[in-house]
């Protein structure tokens, strides 16, 4: 089976687009959550995957978007963004984000936004961080989001520490051999400094991973945006990818 991994799509259509057409061949979606927010197009990300085979896990924008999360957490920007696309969301599409778990595990990967321990809200941006997570999940893998940068870490034995290791871009690389957790990075909002959409394709026959970037017309999204009245910094963030 191959696996599309992707994780916060943010609304960004234009990018979700280019993606599942950089992709191609995939049997499946695993999707780490934020599907909506930030973004203008949050009915048509959800539909867009709805229409795909695929899991999708809840992330912290998920749920602010539905009200089950307080948006006074959020920076204003990111609160009024969440707060626009509760208004926009129609009833059957609100039912979808209200019905995704926080965890989800196929094969052996366990898939969540944040991290294993609190996957609504925690970043894994360190190897440390990946460490203190390894007791909270018992698949050999974990994929996460939710800092929208690609990251990959090994345990390669019991007891040893944990190392990152460079996704393979563009081209295919065997699995490290070891507990792993791997992020794809940011489909709708990249924050490495790169703007291109990010994603990962796993090959559990072959065991195999790529990470791809694919460019995308970023001023469609903007231009939604700006016709939404989103706040500007998050229109010119997605030209820069932070
Ligand atoms: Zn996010």
């Given at each position: 089976m191959r696996c599309l991994v992707l994780s916060d799509i943010h609304s960004n259509l234009v990018a979700f687009d280019a993606v599942l057409a950089d992709a191609t061949a995939f049997d499946v979606v695993w999707c780490l959550g934020d599907v909506i927010g930030y973004g203008p197009q949050p009915n048509e990300c959800i539909e867009r995957l709805k229409g795909l085979?695929?899991?999708?896990?809840?992330?912290?924008?998920?749920?602010?978007?539905?009200?089950?999360?307080?948006v006074s957490d959020f920076n204003p920007d990111a609160s009024r963004a969440c707060m626009w696309t509760r208004e926009q969301l129609t009833g059957d599409n609100l039912a979808y984000v209200q019905?995704?778990?926080?965890?989800?595990?196929r094969n052996d990967f366990t898939l969540v936004h944040g991290s294993p321990r609190h996957p609504i809200w925690e970043y894994i941006g360190h190897s440390s961080v990946a460490a203190e997570n390894l007791?909270?999940?018992?698949?050999?893998?974990?994929?996460?989001?939710h800092t929208h940068m690609?990251?990959?870490?090994?345990?390669?034995?019991?007891?040893?520490?944990?190392?990152?290791?460079a996704l393979p871009l563009h081209t295919s690389a065997p699995l490290p051999?070891?507990?792993?957790?791997?992020?794809?990075?940011?489909v709708g909002q990249p924050r490495d400094g790169d703007p291109r959409a990010s994603y990962i394709l796993l090959d559990l026959?072959?065991?195999?991973?790529?990470?791809?970037?694919?460019?995308?017309?970023?001023?469609?999204?903007?231009?939604?945006?700006?016709?939404?009245?989103?706040p500007p910094r998050l229109v010119v963030r997605l030209a820069y990818g932070w």
């Open positions: 085979p695929h899991v999708c896990v809840a992330g912290n924008h998920d749920w602010a978007s539905i009200d089950r999360l307080d019905s995704l778990p926080e965890r989800i595990v007791a909270y999940f018992d698949t050999e893998g974990c994929l996460f989001g690609p990251a990959g870490y090994v345990s390669r034995r019991r007891g040893a520490g944990v190392e990152e290791f051999k070891g507990r792993l957790l791997i992020n794809p990075g940011g026959e072959q065991h195999t991973l790529q990470l791809h970037r694919v460019e995308y017309a970023i001023e469609k999204t903007q231009n939604l945006m700006i016709a939404a009245g989103l």
